[in-house]
T-cell receptor, first 110, second 112 residues
């Protein structure tokens, strides 16, 4: 069964303090790994899709990386507006649905 | 903007009543998904539509749940005889290429 585990569950940082969020996964053949950002009371906002080990993608202060077992979302010099829950999901080859982790709730204090 | 829209944004109902939730996908997106997000839980897949193909209903939790997609566009998720455990945020997503899925704002369902 495809599974996604995110850690930590919650993370508090000071503004400017860089860190990484982890997404460990097991999947029967990876089609894609997805990162989303979700603000309270809103739907998930698409950030990145990674398809193969070694791939990296960047957007502003965020960089996502992928290995065969896990993905990291690196956040560099975060700002308070980066506070949100970050969701990781995998899609197996031949499957249509995304399997989500429980998310990491990130808080950036000014 | 031309994002995914859902209605209503909030729905409060009494146990045993039927409810209908609506999703308008991004124009031209052929794939449409419904997910459920319960308090403290991850997103749970419910159902998937792709073009005119038979939907993948493998995530529907019981036969009280059904969904349809008319004309390859708008979708309606129906929950019959609602139970308190149905309380959750119901999220719709659409995709052009079955890869990058874009979510709507969700419908928060509360069953009293």
């Amino acid at each position: 069964e495809d599974q996604v585990t995110q850690s930590p569950e919650a993370l508090r940082l000071q503004e400017g303090e860089s860190s990484s969020l982890n997404c460990s996964y097991t999947v029967s053949g990876l089609r894609g790994l997805f990162w989303y950002r979700q603000d309270p009371g809103k739907g998930p906002e698409f950030l990145f899709t990674l398809y193969s080990a070694g791939e990296e993608k960047e957007k502003e202060r965020l960089k996502a990386t992928l290995t065969k077992k896990e993905s990291f979302l690196h956040i560099t010099a975060p700002k308070p507006e980066d506070s949100a829950t970050y969701l990781c999901a995998v899609q197996a080859r031949g499957a249509q649905k995304l399997v989500f982790g429980q998310g990491t709730r990130l808080t950036i204090n000014p | 903007g031309a994002g995914v829209s859902q209605s209503p944004s909030n729905k409060v109902t009494e146990k045993g009543k039927d409810v209908e939730l609506r999703c308008d996908p991004i124009s031209g997106h052929t794939a449409l998904y419904w997910y459920r997000q319960s308090l403290g839980q991850g997103l749970e897949f419910l159902i998937y539509f792709q073009g005119n193909s038979a939907p993948d209903k493998s995530g529907l939790p019981s036969d009280r749940f059904s969904a349809e997609r008319t004309g390859g566009s708008v979708s309606t998720l129906t929950i019959q005889r609602t139970q308190q455990e149905d309380s959750a945020v119901y999220l719709c997503a659409s995709s052009l290429n079955r890869r990058d899925s874009f979510f709507g704002p969700g419908t928060r369902l509360t069953v009293l």
